[in-house]
């Protein structure tokens, strides 16, 4: 990565906010998902250098990375997408931007889906990676994604064994991670802060019956839209990709073959080049 990183935490009504700032040019969010241990820098840093003239800002959301933990009062009264909603609109408002690209991965794509709801006009370009929220299987839930996230903090707690496995139905080539890989997420899984947190999120899951109901307001989404979409996806599987199609006004799909839920790993370079086109495409 050749631009620096411009880490810093901004308060906001909610909790402070870890928001790591890269580049200059048109504002590009990016929001990460929501596996054990995540942050954004962790989930896109090798990305970066393909979004060369975007001004990239990468927000923790609210219990992931360096930004606060919501508590088990926060998660009663709100989704933790309608936190992260709120949260990420207060660093935005905080750093000036108005309007911005808008780019989210499962959790994150969650995230993405209710601010473009939100606030449309705020939004001009989206892309949604296997989002949550805008789904409905036609197959088994939990998925078999779903039940690695749960399982990994329950029983005898994280283990470099649990992220092997955790990582083995993420991806649909293991081989692409190494056992240093492995260890590096597995040591960024121990936070207690986030273990913590994850035990309360994971319960706020199962109280409201997963994601939050967002395909009902897909309608309201103005922004010109690129779904991607990993073929082997275990996750969030590509059967819930029809809905999308069929509500968001402006919207196309691009599914990758021999690829699961980490689309931006896997078919790295391919998935740089077909996002970065979206982009700067001004038609």
Known sequence: MTAAVDTRIIDTPLGSIAVSVVGQGTPLVLMHGGGPGASALANYRDNLDAFEGFQVILPDQPGFGGSYRPTEADLEARSITEISVDATFHVLDALGIDTFFLLGNSLGGATALGMAIAQPTRVTKLVLMAPGGGWLPTGPTPTEGQKEMFRYYNGEGPTVAKMKNFVRVMVANPKLFDDANIHARYEASLDESHIA?????????????????????????????????????????????SLMLRNIRRVQLHVFGGCGHWVQVEKKAKFEKLVTAFLQDTE
């Open 197 to 241: 947190f994850y035990h309360l999120y994971n319960a706020a899951f199962a109280r409201r019956g997963g994601m939050d109901p967002l395909w009902k307001d897909l309608d309201r989404i103005t922004a010109d839209t690129l779904l991607v979409w990993g073929r082997d996806d275990r996750t969030i599987t590509l059967d819930g990709a």
